[in-house]
């Protein structure tokens, strides 16, 4: 049984950074795709930021530059390093594990950035 479990969100004022964590279970990361999304109210989830089993990486424009993605495979864990947050990037976010023809989805941690 295949679990992702987020954590690391919370509240902080614009300008604060938050690392977040998706720490897997019941499968070896290291083979497989992994995001994380994001989603408001009435909005369509997002891909913020990706890494692929080779450690490739891409970012939604909003994000270059503010977030990192990274993954540790000795942890089975994947990390988002998000710094100078604005209230934009308030959101639920998501961790996602992707194979060819199927997918796994976290829970999801609230991010509110806000003064």
């Known amino acids: 049984q295949v679990q992702l479990v987020e954590s690391g969100g919370g509240s902080v004022q614009p300008g604060g950074s938050l690392r977040l964590s998706c720490e897997a279970s019941?499968?070896?990361?290291?083979?497989?795709?992994m995001g994380w999304y994001r989603q408001t109210p009435g909005k369509q989830r997002e891909l913020v930021a990706s890494?692929?089993?080779?450690?490739?990486?891409n970012y939604v424009e909003s994000v270059k530059g503010r977030f990192t993605i990274s993954r540790d495979n000795a942890k089975n864990t994947v990390l988002l390093q998000m710094n100078s947050l604005n209230a934009e990037d308030t959101a639920v976010y998501y961790c996602?594990?992707?194979?060819?023809?199927?997918?796994?989805w976290g829970q999801g941690t609230q991010v509110t950035v806000s003064s």
């Open positions: 890494i692929t089993s080779g450690g490739s990486t």
């Open positions: 996602n594990l992707r194979g060819s023809t199927w997918a796994y």
């Open positions: 019941g499968i070896n990361i290291r083979f497989f795709f």
